[in-house]
């Protein structure tokens, strides 16, 4: 036997509707009472009786056969509903069951598709208890409140299907109804405030939604026991049933937009963390050549004193003019931005000189985003210290550590850039080899660091006795030159013998030397007919050792 509801007492003399179906239903009689007319058969309204764990129908009076299309009221017991029927319903009846347990009716429009054609009808569902403590639902076919022409049923059935979620709530925010993409939320039978993580906001709006008629309002707002995120279009109007004020609610889930923004919004800040941590200055130009983004290095290297966010917006070309006086070539600094911004060469660097003396290097990067040129990116780092270092390096590669005189290196660079002058014909350029007499003698007496001190004693008096464009430099070990250039035969004769006796009388003089000493130098000339610098130096080196043999402190000369 199908599962039956509970039956009427055999003293119960009204007639229980529960009474009346069962003995209407072929399928339960009462035998100590006589089987009472069917008079639900007699009913013009539908009324059946549905399980809606089993998904079984279980009665269904006359004008219910003619609704479900049956021929027989066992070929409708008979059904199998569950093949027929949607997910969406399905989800609806589990709702309704829920409801029905807990004693509520429902009064609600479904439609149905009994011979494919689409029927409206007002429901009135109630609970309806069997013995093993289970409830089938009580429907009660009414006729619809709402005249239902075609193209409201067509709207109707619109909500029913769209995947946006639909509930209407009366003016207290109570559910009244929901379409099937909001069942899916399983709220139970939340009102309007409980549906939300935040009740408080919930509540401001069914104020707001209070206080105007055909109120719009649209929120964001977080579900409740939930991480998603809904978007709220509540909308307050009139129900048609009651003609009392209810608000429609249509909800769409934007968790994904939500996520997407904060990951955005995320990045974004990162981003402004990175470019605010940079040491390079930055400055993004768009297309019409304002200010973007500009950051605190930026700031800092031009001296600008404002935040970076205040120069958004700013004209680039009038502020490159501006900081024109702040370089040393200033109309190089503004034509080269104009040059890359004109596109005549993609990312470019190059190093600038700052009127303060500080340098600055300057990368130029256009934007291009789809084959466009969207702006100009231009980073600027303050390269003092390393021209600094780099200018300290060449010095030290140049320059000789116990006197501070040119070393063999630059005397080979600045001797090769005297011959190449005298080949080009320029005015002749003289050559000096120094060497100390009896050097060897001073340090097996006096020590090294005596003999250092000889060193640069000769080193100084090159230094004071020279004109600048002479060129005094320490070759090896107690071997100097000296690069003369715009220097006649004679001339460099008379400076060469004056230096040896400046050397020697300084020698003399010196208090912090306990010896006395002397040189030899060698003199001769840059020649256009030299091979080589070797040629030159061979014959400076011939000219002073002539010097040395002919008894030392002395100058000899081979032009
Ligand atoms: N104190 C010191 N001595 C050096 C340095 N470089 C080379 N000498 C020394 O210079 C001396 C050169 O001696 P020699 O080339 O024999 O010639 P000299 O003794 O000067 O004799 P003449 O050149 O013939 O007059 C050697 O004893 C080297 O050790 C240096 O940096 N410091």
Redesign the pocket.
């Known amino acids: 036997m199908k599962q039956g509801p509970t039956t009427g007492t055999p003293h119960d003399t009204t007639p229980h509707p529960c009474a009346l179906i069962m003995t209407s239903s072929h399928h339960l009689s009462l035998p100590d009472q006589p089987p009472p007319e069917p008079l639900l058969d007699r009913l013009q309204t539908p009324v059946w009786i549905f399980d809606i764990e089993r998904e079984r129908m279980h009665y269904a009076n006359a004008a219910a056969l003619r609704l479900w299309n049956a021929p027989t009221i066992d070929a409708l017991l008979d059904r199998d509903w569950s093949s027929t029927m949607s997910d969406a319903s399905r989800q609806r009846l589990a709702d309704y069951r829920s409801r029905l347990q807990r004693g509520e009716h429902i009064d609600e429009h479904w439609t149905f598709y009994p011979g494919g054609q689409a029927v409206s009808l007002h429901c009135r569902c109630s609970g309806l208890p069997l013995e093993d403590g289970r409830i089938e639902m009580l429907v009660e076919g009414l006729e619809s409140d709402i005249l239902l022409d075609a193209s409201s049923l067509r709207a109707l059935e619109a909500v029913r299907h769209i995947p946006l979620m639909v509930s209407v709530f009366d003016a207290a925010g109570q559910l009244l109804v929901r379409n099937p993409a909001a069942l899916e939320l399983e709220r139970g039978n939340a009102s309007f405030v409980d549906a939300f993580e935040d009740p408080d906001q919930a509540r401001q709006l069914l104020q707001r939604l209070e206080h105007q008629a055909n109120c719009l309002l649209e929120a964001v707002m977080r579900v409740k026991g939930d991480s998603r995120w809904h978007h709220l279009d509540l909308c307050r109007t009139t129900d048609p049933k009651t003609s009392r004020a209810m608000i429609v609610m249509g909800e769409l889930d934007i968790t994904r937009r939500k996520d997407l923004e904060h990951a955005q919004l995320l990045a974004k800040r990162q981003l402004e963390v990175v470019i605010e941590s940079l040491d390079v200055g930055l400055l993004l130009e768009d297309e019409r050549r304002n200010v973007i983004v500009a950051n605190q290095a930026f700031c800092d290297i031009f001296a600008i004193d404002a935040l970076p966010d205040t120069l958004v917006g700013m004209d680039c070309r009038e502020a490159a003019h501006a900081a024109k006086p702040a370089f040393r070539d200033p109309e190089r600094f503004v034509a080269r931005i104009e040059a890359l911004v004109a596109g005549e060469q993609g990312q470019a660097r190059d190093i600038l000189a700052m009127a303060d003396d500080r340098f600055l290097e300057r990368c130029y990067t256009p934007v291009i985003v789809d084959q466009r040129h969207r702006g100009h990116l231009w980073g600027y780092r303050d390269i003092t210290r390393q021209k600094r270092r780099e200018a300290d390096w060449a010095l030290q590669a140049s320059t000789d550590a ?1 006197t501070g005189l040119a070393n063999r290196r630059a005397f080979d660079e600045n001797a090769r850039k005297v011959a190449a002058a005298v080949k080009a014909g320029e005015s002749p350029a003289a050559l000096l080899m120094i ?7 001073i ?2 007496t006096f020590g ?2 005596e ?2 001190k ?2 640069c004693l000769l080193a100084d008096t090159l230094k004071g006795k020279l004109r600048d464009d002479d060129l005094p430099c320490r070759t090896s ?2 071997e100097f030159m000296v690069i003369m250039p715009n220097m006649s035969p004679e001339v460099a004769e008379g400076v060469a013998q004056r230096l040896r006796i400046q050397i020697a009388e300084r020698a003399i003089a010196a208090e912090a030397l306990p010896f006395h000493f002397t040189v ?1 130098i060698g003199l001769t000339g840059f020649k256009a007919s030299d091979a080589s610098l070797e040629a030159l130096i061979r014959r400076a080196d011939a000219a002073m050792y002539q010097a ?1 043999h002919e008894g ?1 402190d002395r100058v000899a000369t081979r032009w």
């Open positions: 116990l060497d100390i007499d009896r050097f060897k003698a340090n097996d090294h660091a003999g250092d000889a060193l070990g107690e030899s040395k030392r």
